[in-house]
């Protein structure tokens, strides 16, 4: 099983950004082949968990290619989607896709979601797409998603998580940490990023904890809805609302 190559925050990160900046190129066409497609319909299950206002201000953390992003235009052209990511490889590729597309226009911003450079309460909604796993500070980045959402406003988070059932586990654990890395290889064109995928889910809280550590960041009612047997997860956790003075 491959890792990171060093446990320090910043080692790690650079790491991550440049695995990214590898697979980009490719990154959507072998999300399809090793989902079979299934990633689509999560994310659309993750956009209506979010029910975004009309016309709201939704992020999108760690947007990638930008999937979530333009799935959510998809559901609602009224819309002001930004998506921020530390990879511009990945970056390039969503604006060469906003350009093709026939909606609104997102907006795309290289930054780090551990610091984001938005006021406090500041949007409507948030989502994040396989990347939680992979960011060096879980517990910051809740707490800055926390900040920037309005009150009442939700976060949505879509990712590979860690079946109950033992069988199951197994089963999910023989494709995910051995035939991914495999193929991935041959239709992403990096088996080292698929490999390092995989493992950076062994130390990732499982689904009941993860929802533990939305409420200690401060969300409130955190709930996750568990897909494909529990292999994806997807948690959502709300900003309180105001006091009455």
């Known amino acids: 099983m491959h890792s990171a190559p060093s446990t320090r925050a ?5 790491y991550v950004r440049e695995m990214f900046a590898r697979i980009a190129p490719r990154y959507d066409a072998t999300n399809r082949v090793l989902t079979a497609g299934m990633d689509e ?31 959510l235009l998809r559901t609602d052209p009224t819309l002001r989607v930004t998506g921020i990511d530390f990879c511009v490889p990945m970056l390039e590729a969503a604006r060469a896709r906003a350009a093709k597309e026939a909606r609104a226009t997102p907006e795309f911003l290289e930054g780090d979601v551990t610091s984001l450079p938005f006021d406090d309460d500041a949007f409507d909604g948030a ?10 500070d879980l517990d910051g980045v809740l707490r800055e998603v926390l900040r920037v959402l ?4 939700r976060f949505v988070n879509l990712d590979v998580g860690k079946p109950q059932n033992r069988l199951w586990r197994r089963l999910f654990g023989l494709y995910f940490y051995g035939v991914v890395p495999l193929l991935g290889g041959l239709v992403g064109g990096s ?19 993860l929802r533990d550590r939305f409420e200690r960041a401060g969300f409130v009612e955190p709930r996750y809805v568990p897909l494909m047997g529990g292999a994806i997860s997807i948690h959502i956790g ?5 006091r009455a003075a």
């Not at 989502?127 to 060096?136: A, E, K, W």
């Not at 309005?150 to 406003?153: M, W």
């Not at 709300?238 to 105001?242: E, H, I, L, Q, S």
Request: aromatic share 6%; glycine share 10%.
């Open 10 to 14: 910043g080692d790690r990160a650079t």
């Open 41 to 71: 319909a999560w994310r659309r299950r993750a956009i209506a968990l979010l029910a975004p206002p009309k016309g709201g201000r939704i992020l999108d953390l760690c947007c990638g290619t930008g999937d979530v992003v333009f799935h």
């Open 127 to 136: 989502t994040m797409g396989f990347s939680l796993r992979n960011v060096v």
């Open 150 to 153: 309005k009150p009442g406003a």
């Open 191 to 209: 088996r080292q990023a698929y490999a390092y995928l995989p493992s950076s889910l062994t130390h990732h809280p499982d689904a009941p904890h």
């Open 238 to 242: 709300t900003k309180p609302k105001a």
